[in-house]
């Protein structure tokens, strides 16, 4: 395989992660609406914290913890914003 074929593969697999995040946001959508319904609150620091920890004791590398982290708090962040979090 040459580069070429490589970024045919990066650009296929970048298309799925897009895919998977626009789902994941959907997902916050509903439960954005569920929390509107019973008047919680749209953060929840512990489960934020629950999932950025999970997904870093999943990581198997070659990426690293702390982009995890980094990657996990921003897509987290989007989430809430999509939930309806008041600025």
Not at 11 to 23: A, C, E, M, S
Not at 28 to 50: M, N
Request: aromatic share 4%.
């Amino acid at each position: 395989m040459d580069i070429s074929d490589w970024r045919a593969r990066i650009d296929t697999v970048d298309q799925i992660i897009i895919d998977l995040l626009n789902r994941r946001m959907n997902y916050a959508q509903e439960i954005g609406h569920l929390k509107d319904a019973k008047g919680q609150q749209v953060r929840d620091p512990r489960r934020e914290r629950e999932v950025i920890e999970r997904l870093k004791a999943y990581n198997q590398g070659p990426i690293g913890d702390e982009a995890i982290a980094d990657l996990y708090t921003r897509i987290i962040a989007e989430a809430r914003n999509l939930e309806g979090e008041k600025p």
